[in-house]
C-alpha cells in the first residue's frame, strides 16, 4: 500500500514511515519542513524512509505533485505556539481544505486525522 503522510518528517510522522515501510509499505511525505521542527532539512528529508515532497498543505501546487496514494495520513500541523497566529491569521483552527480537496479528487478509501 502507498501511504501519504502530510507532515512526515515530524515527530509522529517520521515513526510511523518506519513502521509502515517494516510492514512492506511504500510512503511520502508531504512537508513544509518548518524551520522551528526541522533545523536540518536535509538531514530530516535523509531520515524519512521513502521520497519527501517539500510543501505547504494549504498549497494548491504542491497537490499536484503528488501521485494517488492508497490512504492519507494527516498529521501537518504547526505544533509551536506562536507561528500558527502568524501564519494563519484567522483561518486557525480551520481544516486544510486543498488537503481533503485532493483525498476527495483521488476517490482515497482511508484518510487519517490526528486530533490536536
Ligand atoms: N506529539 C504529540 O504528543 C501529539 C499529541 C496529540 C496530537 N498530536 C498531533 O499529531 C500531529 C503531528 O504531531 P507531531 O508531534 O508529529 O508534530 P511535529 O511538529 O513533529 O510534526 C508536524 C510536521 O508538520 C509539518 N508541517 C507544519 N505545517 C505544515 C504545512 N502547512 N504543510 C506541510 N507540512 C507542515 C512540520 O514541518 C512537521 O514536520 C499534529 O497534528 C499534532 O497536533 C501530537
Redesign the pocket.
Known amino acids: 500500500m502507498k501511504v501519504l503522510i502530510?507532515?512526515g518528517?515530524?515527530?509522529?510522522?517520521l515513526h510511523l514511515a518506519r513502521h509502515l515501510t517494516d510492514a512492506g509499505h511504500e510512503v511520502v511525505a508531504?512537508?513544509?519542513?518548518?524551520p522551528q521542527?526541522?533545523a536540518d532539512p536535509a538531514a530530516s528529508v535523509a531520515r524519512f524512509p521513502g521520497h519527501v515532497v517539500q510543501?505547504?498543505?494549504?498549497d494548491e501546487a504542491a497537490w499536484a505533485l503528488l501521485e494517488r496514494p492508497d490512504a492519507v495520513v494527516h498529521?501537518?500541523?504547526?505544533?509551536g505556539t506562536k507561528v500558527v497566529a502568524d501564519l494563519y491569521d484567522d483561518s486557525v483552527g480551520d481544516p486544510p481544505v486543498d488537503s481533503y480537496e485532493a483525498v476527495i479528487s483521488w476517490d482515497v478509501d482511508q484518510l487519517v486525522t490526528?486530533?490536536?
Do not use: M, P
Open positions: 502530510t507532515g518528517a515530524g515527530f509522529i510522522g508531504l512537508d513544509r519542513l518548518v521542527v526541522h510543501g505547504d498543505i494549504t498529521l501537518a500541523a504547526e505544533t490526528a486530533l490536536r
